[in-house]
C-alpha cells in the first residue's frame, strides 16, 4: 500500500508555476529561479499547510470533486508560494550553486551502493551536554567524503538547536551489478577548542540497487552510537 499526499502535487506544481513565470520577467530584481530556491520555497508553503492523503484513485477522485473546498486550499497555496519565494530570494543558501538551469537531480540508472544517511550525536563528556558551534566532518579514508547534493554539507556545523546532532549523505557509488554487497569504511572527525580531536571509526555493509535513492527518507539511516568529546588528559570510564 502507498499513501500519497495530494497536498504536496499541489504545491509542487504551484510553485514551479510561479517560478517558470517569474524566470521570463525581463526585471533585474526578479529572484532567483534554480531548481534549490524551488525546493525550498515548496517546504516553506509545505511546512504551512495541512496534508490531504489518500490511498486509491477513489481518494484522488472524491478530493478532487471537493471543488469549493480545493479551490480555497489552491488558493492559499499560491498566497504562500509568492510569499515564500519572496523569502528564500532573502535568504538564499550560501553553499549552493544557484544556477537556474539545475532543476533537479538527474534519475540515475544503476547498479548502485546506496550509502545510508549517517547520523549521530556529539556530547561534552565532562557535563553531557550537547556540544554547538563546532565542526564535525565525515571522512572516507584520508579524504572528505562526497555528499549526494550541495543541502549535505560536509564538514557540518553544530548548533545549538539541533542538541548535538549531525548528519551525513554520502553520493551513492557504481556497482558492478545488482546485488553486490560491499563494506565501506568511514570515520567521523570532531574537533573543538579545548578537548581532544575525536576519531570514530565504522563501517556500513550496502547492498547494490538497480537505480540511485535520490529521496531522502527516515528508513534509509544509519545511525551511530553517541559520542564523546573531553579535555586534554581526561578519559571516558569504564
Same mark, same amino acid.
Request: hydrophobic fraction near 40%.
Given at each position: 500500500? !502507498? ?60 478530493? =478532487? ?17 509568492? =510569499? ?19 532543476? =533537479? ?67 551513492? !557509488? ?65
Amino acid at each position: 500500500m !502507498e499513501i500519497h499526499n495530494i497536498t504536496e502535487d499541489i504545491v509542487l506544481r504551484t510553485v514551479n508555476d510561479i517560478f517558470d513565470a517569474a524566470e521570463k520577467e525581463a526585471s533585474a530584481d526578479k529572484p532567483c529561479t534554480c531548481f534549490q530556491c524551488r525546493l525550498d520555497t515548496a517546504c516553506y508553503v509545505l511546512n504551512r499547510t495541512s496534508p490531504r492523503y489518500v490511498v486509491s484513485s477513489r481518494g484522488v477522485a472524491r478530493a =478532487e470533486s471537493e471543488t469549493i473546498e480545493r479551490q480555497q486550499a489552491e488558493a492559499d497555496v499560491i498566497s504562500l508560494a509568492y =510569499e515564500g519565494m519572496q523569502r528564500i530570494a532573502k535568504s538564499k543558501r550560501p553553499h549552493f550553486d544557484h544556477d537556474s538551469s539545475l532543476r =533537479e537531480k538527474p534519475a540515475a540508472e544503476g547498479p548502485w551502493f546506496n550509502i545510508p544517511t549517517i547520523i549521530g550525536r556529539v556530547f561534552n563528556g565532562g557535563n553531557f551536554e550537547p556540544m554547538s558551534e563546532i565542526e564535525v566532518s565525515l571522512l572516507r579514508g584520508s579524504s572528505t567524503a562526497e555528499m549526494i547534493d550541495a543541502n549535505w554539507q560536509n564538514p557540518y556545523r553544530l548548533v545549538a538547536n539541533t542538541a548535538g546532532t549531525f548528519s551525513f549523505w554520502p553520493k551513492p !557509488e557504481a556497482a558492478g551489478g545488482v546485488g553486490e554487497t560491499r563494506k565501506f569504511d568511514f570515520a567521523v572527525v570532531a574537533r573543538a577548542p579545548g578537548f581532544e580531536e575525536l576519531r570514530h571509526f565504522f563501517e556500513i555493509p550496502v547492498a547494490s540497487e538497480a537505480v540511485a535513492a535520490l529521496s531522502f527518507s527516515m528508513q534509509r539511516t544509519f545511525k551511530l552510537p553517541d559520542l564523546y568529546l573531553f579535555p586534554p588528559g581526561e578519559e571516558e570510564d569504564d
